[in-house]
């Protein structure tokens, strides 16, 4: 019988998979499936192009080939749900992309959510998404932060940043709630939350509920 | 420390919230929150109308109130979702209806869902609140089987009534995915989604879950 | 025959429904319905909370049956229109929600409306409503005063906060009208107009006017 | 000070004219405004093409200019609106199509309107006068009943023909409201309400209501 | 067989004609259609009211018509798309309007389209023609630069207008294309889309090389 | 200067080639840029799956990057546009996907556009399309003719099973103009056209018309 859970980090960086790691951990209980957070390491740094999204699709779904016998379900644990669409195809068991997890929850937290995007170049990406699920009316804006895999690296500067947007998308755009449009900064989410006076989704962790969900329940 | 997640049927049908019981057996796990199910007697035998749903709003709350200091998060098992929006404001844990849970799941499962209810004048109910969730694109159409109380207690009737409505949202309107507009009835999970060859989402499963991803990652 | 149409405060505020009766004075004519305003005296001063909408729906469907076999038609006079869909299906006459009125007339008056809310906790409330409406493209923004029932009482400073919340929803979010989302303030609508230079609707006249309209028609 | 509602036929058919003067009759009442129903014998019998709605544009706009000093409000009746938009830059009292004004108010008695068309040609201009107004959403679809000038003569064969789409609108389309989209019919209202068990919007009464109540309240 | 794209200019100033010349001159080709560019001299000098649209209606008819024989295709070359229905109705070759065409062209250039209008009584128009066209979900916006016919000649001006309301729509409303809303500025194309660094949408241009290829294929 | 505008069939199929390149052979002028149509050997017969598409954005890319030199533009000629948000920001020429320059042109064809698809499995694909494309309200329905790769051969059958499923769009689901959701078909665009009585958009035609009018025109 299938018993992990697997939750694919696109890129290669084994921080942001520590991180995921630590994100889930709440979700983690006896009798449960395993969770497993995993590296492809062919991956990027970081996804931050359409380039790095469409080669992350192929690559989650070979990672997802070869431990298909032994899942239980999958996250795919990037903001561009790379590989979702047709992971759902090849597999019978629970396909999460942690966007849609992320936004799915935000609706149930709040009117109109805000995103924030770590590049502005992800955005238009982010809106065909809001776009493609039905969803766009419930998105407040969504704002980035404007930093690059390295610049992430200073976490001070960058939650302040994301303080930034989040006061932003809610006093200008009228966000009840926010949703952090990346993986691996599950951190912040405590933080952001106190500091914005919102609730805030952490996409890894909707992702993975969700699909702990399903897989209990078998749909 | 709350321990305990709340699923309330707003009925008076014990039987009702006896399968409400066995439909979140599989959620419930050691060193989870326990799962109660709970009938509020003083509601009608269903919820059929918009005064019951009013009426039940109340009454959700009431309980809730009562129920508060031990509260890890409360469902409510009608799909009109009443009285949902007001415990959002009196509580700080996590509220979820049936109705909107179950068609924030079928957005995962399927691009265009359709809904299966039981009385035709409840139709209207649902479009508003497909409308306010803002996802009413997603939404294939809704067929009733229009059946009451009593008649519901015919229980394959029921079942082939429900298939055939399925089957007819399938055919007729293009839905990839099924919700059960109704609590009560998970037992027809399996052969309504075998008999329509679609998923089926049971919308009391699909709250609870979502209920107990949010108590755990504490949002 | 049927000859008195209700317009209900669902608050205890007399001084409200003293507005009230003075809003609908010019639709008073020789020969038409009778245009009574009531108070319910068990509503809270205001309606702040989901749960003042939640028991002013009852209060209403109780009042409305109470008056039933006199009554031409009903409006529930509060901007989240409490009871109006109970009410509906009680009932044959005319039955017309403020908030839906003053929407559909400013339809009729700009391309996109504004509305200006008394409290921030109330924006969510609305925003499903014009979702339930499927008119939510329409909307250009709603801002609220952010004043409580006592603060209303010092009506100077009342009308400043909602023409400046009016001159923003005008500049910063393109409103073409204006509505206003509370009952009770017929005597701002002009100076409001004038000082934001933008039609300006008041709820419960739109709502009178509708009923009236409905009730001399026959549907 | 004005004291004319002027309902404008804008097709040369007198009879049409007819029976708009029967239908708005309920709304007269002493003390209020006249409601004068008038032809422009410059029209074509019928409103049947896009040149015809956009020369009615013109004719419609020419007689109001002509009659703006004794003018409190103008109705224009065809199901095309044509001239609205003008008319609303030209005047400051109210201006009404019957179009828009059918569906607002059916928007208050239903959640999906389906609409009864003469011409198939004209089904494509009302989508979008739906689309602008944005709520296409709320439409459940349109079926023509393909008859002519000449054919509508007969009326009996009319009303079967309108009965037969009212009831295809409800069945196959799931519309809990109707509106007829012509002018000129307001005697099948009530058969045709009968035979389809919805409630039908005539919109030339549902214009002329909307018209009152602005002038009315002065807006 | 017909050999000319007629791109009509509805108004009467010869050097906005001049200017729809130049701007169309890159799709010109031997073997290609005659794109001959006139100007209607009954026509205002700027179409900038609703009745200058309406009346712009007839006359863009009622030159096709007398053009019919000759006509490969028609592009009308105002952006409020007059006359383009009724025109679409009446002859068989391709009818573009430069406002649809100029947004469905920004759709595949941007995600959000932003407009630069002339005058601000135009946007309510341009809004209710992308309600019209079901895109109203991609317009970022809409900013007049307020200038009427006779300041538009003082081109310094115009253009400096042009760019702050582009960097506003890119910055404040997200746009990620523009559009210009109006005809005959084609010369502003490329230093308003150096200034704002964003594409920019000249809608004669696009209405222009949508007529050809339409007229190529045959459709 | 780049010369070649690149029609890229991301498929194995030299046959499907073939037609491709008859089918654009109308938009071939002298003085205008070479259109040549390229097979991708590496592609599978034809692209069916999710899988297929993915793979296809990696190889249409690859192609690109070898050709960028010399290329004027790119046209993506497989219905489920894959790979053109990549190639759109590795390339600043025009790049243009078969099914948003169909729907796009069908948008000027009629207001509800139908589309006949190969595959069921492919409708959800395109209806995500058309929600991140934002015009998923013009879309009167799809309906696959369910026929693979080798069925496909039989070209008779084949024509005969579009014509009926362009029936039906037209007449059940009210589609005033089709789209054909497929490449490699023009062959049957008349015939279509004609058994239909309703206007056919051929998407490789509709986006290398869309793609030569931008490089003409320099966006």
């Given at each position: 019988?299938?018993?992990?859970?697997?939750?694919?980090?696109?890129n290669?960086?084994?921080?942001?998979?520590?991180?995921?790691?630590?994100?889930?951990?709440?979700?983690?209980?006896?009798?449960?499936?395993?969770?497993?957070?995993?590296t492809?390491?062919?991956?990027p740094?970081?996804v931050?192009?359409q380039?790095?999204?469409?080669?992350?699709?192929?690559?989650?779904?070979?990672?997802?080939?070869?431990?298909?016998?032994?899942?239980?379900?999958?996250?795919v644990?990037?903001?561009?749900?790379?590989?979702?669409?047709?992971?759902?195809?090849?597999?019978?068991?629970?396909?999460?992309?942690?966007?849609?997890?992320?936004?799915?929850?935000?609706?149930t937290l709040g009117?109109h959510?805000?995103?924030?995007?770590?590049?502005?170049?992800?955005i238009?990406?982010?809106?065909?998404?809001?776009?493609?699920?039905?969803?766009a009316?419930?998105?407040?804006?969504?704002?980035?932060?404007?930093?690059?895999?390295?610049a992430?690296?200073?976490?001070?500067?960058t939650?302040?940043?994301?303080?930034?947007?989040?006061?932003?998308?809610?006093?200008e755009?009228?966000?009840?709630?926010?949703?952090?449009g990346?993986?691996?900064?599950?951190t912040?989410?405590?933080?952001l939350?106190?500091?914005?006076?919102?609730?805030?989704?952490?996409?890894?962790?909707?992702?993975?509920?969700?699909?702990?969900?399903?897989?209990?329940?078998?749909?």
């Open positions: 019988m299938p018993r992990t859970l697997y939750v694919i980090n696109p290669s960086n084994t921080s942001v998979t520590a991180q995921l790691d630590a994100a889930v951990d709440p979700l983690r209980h006896a009798g449960g499936p395993d969770i497993r957070c995993v492809l390491p062919s991956g740094p970081g931050e192009t380039a790095h999204v469409d080669e992350a699709a192929l690559a989650v779904n070979a990672f997802a080939a070869r431990h298909q016998a032994d899942a239980a379900g999958f996250v644990a990037c903001f561009s749900d790379p590989g979702v669409a047709q992971l759902r195809e090849r597999v019978a068991v629970p396909v999460l992309g942690i966007s849609e997890s992320a936004v799915l929850t935000a609706l009117h959510f805000g995103v924030i995007a770590i590049l502005p170049g992800s238009p990406r982010h809106l065909r998404a809001w776009g493609a699920m039905g969803i009316q419930r998105c407040a804006g969504e704002i980035a932060i404007g930093r690059g895999v390295s992430l690296a200073d976490r001070e500067a939650l302040a940043a994301m303080v930034d947007a989040g006061r932003r998308l809610r006093d755009r009228g966000a009840h709630v926010l949703v952090m990346c993986a691996g900064m599950a912040f989410r405590t933080p939350a106190e500091a914005c006076g919102l609730p805030v989704v952490e996409p890894t962790q909707a992702a993975a509920a969700m699909a702990l969900g399903r897989i209990q329940l078998g749909w």
